[in-house]
C-alpha cells in the first residue's frame, strides 16, 4: 500500500512568485493535515481537512496561503505571493479516522529566495 | 492550550546503549494521546509509538517503549540496544481527544549514535 506522497520534494523560488504543494493521501483515509516546520523551530499545524470540508484551518498563517482538497482524495497548498518566512518543510499526513495515527509523508522542502 | 517540551536538542548513544529522550506535555484534555516521530536525515516522519492517557500499560514497539508518567505529565522515550540507524530528530507529539484533533510537536532531539 501507498504512503503518503507529497510533491515536489523541493522547491526553490523567488518572493513573489506562487507556488503549489501536492499531497497524496494513504487511500481511504478522510482525514488530511498540513503541517509546517520553519528552520529550527517545532513543526505547526496548518489546516485539517476531512474528506472535502475544512475542519479545521486555525493554523494558516495568512491569506497567501489557500489549501484545497477536492473531491476528498489529493490536496493542494498554494502560497501566493510567496515571502521569505514562507520557507520550510511542508508535512502532508492522513489518518482514516481522527484519533488514530497520523501518517506522514516525506515532506516538501521550500526555498524562497 | 496544548504544550509539547523537548528540552534535549541534541543527544549522544553508543551503538547497543539505550537512550532515554525527554517529553513533557500540559493540556487542559481529560483524554489525550502521544506519539513519537522520527525524521531521519532523509525528511521523511516516521511514526514510532503511541500511548494514551487511559492505558494502563506503558506502550512498547519492539526496541522503543515509552515511560509514560502522567502525574509528572512526561512521556519519555527510550530506545533499547541503539543501532547506527537510529541517528536522527525525534519528535514527541500531543493530541487532545476533544476538538479537532490536530498534532501539538515538540521541537525535536537530534539523536547521534555511535559506533
Known amino acids: 500500500e501507498a504512503g503518503v506522497t507529497q510533491f515536489p520534494s523541493h522547491s526553490v523560488i523567488e518572493k513573489g512568485q506562487t507556488v503549489t504543494l501536492r499531497c497524496d493521501p494513504i487511500s481511504g483515509h478522510d482525514n488530511l493535515y498540513w503541517y509546517r516546520r520553519v528552520m529550527g523551530k517545532e513543526i505547526k499545524f496548518l489546516l485539517h481537512f476531512v474528506k472535502e470540508s475544512k475542519q479545521d484551518e486555525s493554523g494558516m498563517p495568512n491569506n497567501r496561503f489557500l489549501a484545497e482538497r477536492t473531491g476528498g482524495t489529493y490536496s493542494t497548498l498554494k502560497v501566493q505571493p510567496a515571502e521569505l518566512e514562507d520557507s520550510g518543510v511542508y508535512f502532508c499526513?492522513?489518518?482514516?479516522?481522527?484519533?488514530?495515527?497520523?501518517?506522514f509523508g516525506q515532506g516538501t522542502r521550500l526555498t524562497v529566495v | 492550550a496544548q504544550k509539547i517540551t523537548q528540552t534535549q536538542p541534541g543527544m549522544f548513544v553508543q551503538e547497543k546503549e539505550a537512550v532515554t529522550l525527554d517529553c513533557t506535555y500540559d493540556t487542559s484534555d481529560p483524554s489525550y494521546g502521544l506519539f513519537w516521530y522520527k525524521q531521519p536525515s532523509s525528511g521523511e516522519m516516521i511514526f514510532l509509538i503511541y500511548q494514551g492517557s487511559y492505558d494502563q500499560q506503558n506502550a512498547t514497539e519492539g526496541r522503543y517503549s515509552l515511560n509514560f508518567q502522567k502525574a509528572r505529565k512526561s512521556a519519555n522515550l527510550v530506545i533499547s540496544a541503539s543501532q547506527l540507524g537510529d541517528s536522527a530528530m525525534y519528535f514527541c507529539a500531543l493530541r487532545g481527544n476533544t476538538g479537532f484533533q490536530k498534532l501539538v510537536f515538540g521541537t525535536g532531539t537530534r539523536l547521534l549514535v555511535s559506533p
Open positions: 499526513a492522513s489518518s482514516q479516522l481522527m484519533n488514530t495515527e497520523a501518517f
